[in-house]
């Protein structure tokens, strides 16, 4: 009986699972730009802008990902996605014989060939990866349609967990990293077949997807949901996510040297503390919840504050509980957003535009996000710690602005 009732959450459960692997072998890369400017001579312009080319390459997948779902179902295209990521994790077994690269007239003087194979690896990841979250929400949303904050919070929670456990193991793991891409490629894989197997009897019946192709209403052209973000609160909202977007990926890639170099922690603590702000992503299954209960304005208006206030504790305190303090409720409110955004977006869309529609969304909101760790870097290197940080809580401040907005609008969720 057991086995029967956890089989109807099958779906949850091994979309949630390869979700955590790609944020798993995602956020294996913060905690080694260390390792990489030592090993490799690299500089923090060179990883964080490795780091932006991930996530751009994640980025532009948004939209084409959500259209072909549009049109072909979810299962298939974060089936191909997972096998792409997975490529990706075993080029960066093995160093790929690519020449250095000389930039004489940028930032970085000389690029070695296998600091390139090893951003290649990341391009690939960040490719296979990019097709899975806008897809997985359209999945979770039409097969669990009474509770859908609830399953988001469940995606979001479980994915985020690839946080708590990446830096960990590259802490334990070191030097042996490589290791560490060959074993996420090998349950990749697995996860894909059983994934592949298990859920497509999910889709037929009641609230099921369609995968027959008929794309409703919408022309399925760019500009038709281009045409969406003319809508005053899904612009608005737009907004809130790019900025939020732009602060949190600028503070995530570059949170481990910033708590070893910039608040003098112990490169062991710091990469602990980092895990920390991945295990608070607990909260998601309450706000998810609340969500359903309470509204989505609401949550929204909660966890961009603490999103605000924990960037601010991080600018503002020293000491080693002070600063685990603001990385907890950085994450409190950065976690707890994701469920009340996504459940948020898909009130505002329209049934037969949500893949592409959403798509679109966080393409933009996720170009952002990939912008923030190049520039981020930039500004550690020439303005220090301070001045890179508070440009990044500024931009929490801006997204809870944007939300005030909404709220004078009024109307629907």
């Keep these: 009986m057991e086995l029967r009732r956890l089989a109807r959450y099958d779906a949850l459960i091994l979309t949630s699972l390869l979700w955590f692997m790609a944020k798993f072998v995602r956020y294996l890369f913060p905690p080694l730009f260390e390792p990489f400017q030592a090993a490799f001579g690299v500089s923090n312009t060179a990883t964080g802008l490795a780091f932006s080319a991930l996530m751009t390459v994640y980025a532009l997948m948004q939209f ?19 096998a792409v990521a997975a490529l990706g994790a075993f080029a960066l077994v093995l160093p790929l014989p690519l020449p250095d690269l000389s930039i004489p007239a940028g930032p970085i003087d000389t690029v070695p060939g296998e600091f390139l194979g090893i951003v290649g690896g990341m391009l690939l990841i960040g490719l296979g990866t990019g097709a899975h979250k806008t897809v997985a929400v359209r999945l979770l949303a039409a097969v669990h349609t009474e509770r859908t ?10 994915a ?19 290791g560490l891409f060959l074993a996420s490629a090998i349950v990749v894989v697995a996860l894909t077949v059983l994934f592949v197997r298990r859920t497509p009897r999910h889709l037929d019946g009641d609230g099921a997807v369609d995968e027959s192709g008929d794309d409703g209403g919408m022309d399925g052209s760019l500009g038709g949901y281009l045409r969406l973000m003319a809508i005053p609160r899904v612009g608005l909202f737009v907004g809130v996510t790019v900025a939020f977007a732009f602060g949190y990926n600028g503070v995530v890639a570059f949170l481990p040297i910033y708590l070893t170099d910039g608040a003098g922690l112990e490169q062991g603590l710091a990469n602990t ?18 969500t359903d209960r ?41 976690h707890g957003f994701r469920p009340v955004r996504s459940a948020f977006l898909m009130s505002l869309l ?47 401040v801006v997204a809870l602005g944007l939300l005030a907005g909404i709220a004078l609008i009024g109307g629907e969720e």
């Design 64 to 82: 084409p990902s959500g259209v072909i779902a549009d049109r072909r179902g979810p299962v298939r295209v974060i089936a191909g996605g997972a």
């Design 160 to 178: 985020a967990f690839g946080g708590v456990a990446a830096p960990l193991a590259v802490t334990y793991a070191l030097p042996d990293w490589r």
């Design 350 to 396: 329209p049934d037969d535009a949500a893949g592409g529609g959403l798509g679109v969304v966080r393409t933009v909101l996720m170009l952002a996000g990939a912008v923030a760790p190049g520039v981020t870097g930039f500004l550690i290197d020439t303005q220090g710690y301070t001045a890179a940080f508070a440009t990044l809580g500024g931009a929490f």
């Design 273 to 290: 503390l980092y895990s920390g702000l991945f295990v608070v992503s607990l909260v998601q299954l309450g706000t998810g919840e609340l």
């Design 294 to 334: 309470v509204g989505r304005l609401p949550m929204l208006f909660v966890t961009v504050g603490a999103a605000v206030l924990g960037a601010a504790l991080l600018l503002s305190v020293q000491g080693i509980i002070a600063v685990g303090v603001a990385v907890v409720v950085f994450g409190l409110g950065c």
């Design 149 to 158: 904050g609830r399953a988001l919070g469940v995606l979001d929670t479980v």
